[in-house]
């Protein structure tokens, strides 16, 4: 089992799936004085059937191909600890957002995995600054309604307001 943070949104965790290495390798950290190992930060890994399949779809439904395994991470560093994994397990790993990629990219590739954005969907606004910041899981009307409350909005704002960010 991997001891990491799980996403909120997924509480429901299936086992490791047959051949995936679960935790991506050590990374030294050095401090003044010594030098330790350890993994970093990694989501559990998503591999209940119905979850994968819901993230088998592309929005115009003319792509389907079901993960092996998908990771929701919280923050930058699960994500790079995802990357790492995926890179240590040669694994194809695809971003996906809200699934609206032309094509099928946001779709897993067969036997590949899927780095679900959707639990990255933090919006903080900095009124001294005047700015907005939004992960790269937050849908475009989170953002503007987020950035509205306080009397600030985007520059541009696509038409599809529920697509993701990044």
């Not at 929701?72 to 994994?85: H, R």
Request: glycine share 8%.
């Amino acid at each position: 089992a991997i001891a990491a943070a799980v996403c909120p949104a997924f509480a429901a965790r299936g086992r490791v799936p047959n051949g995936v290495v679960a935790h991506p390798p050590a990374v030294p950290t050095t401090t003044a004085s010594t030098t330790t190992t350890t993994a970093p930060s990694m989501p559990a890994p998503i591999t209940d059937a119905t979850h994968l399949l819901s993230l088998a779809e592309d929005f115009g439904y003319f792509y389907h191909t079901v993960p092996t395994v998908a990771f929701c991470p919280g923050d930058a560093t699960e994500v790079a600890a995802v990357v790492t994994w995926a890179r240590y397990n040669r694994k194809k790993l695809s971003i996906r957002g809200q699934g609206h990629s032309t094509k099928g990219q946001s779709q897993a590739v067969p036997g590949g995995a899927v780095l679900d954005t959707s639990c990255l969907d933090t919006v903080a606004v900095d009124l001294a600054a005047q700015t907005v910041t939004a992960h790269a899981g937050a849908q475009w009307n989170k953002v503007v309604f987020t950035a509205a409350a306080y009397g600030l909005r985007p520059y541009v704002v696509p038409d599809a307001s529920m697509l993701s960010v990044g």
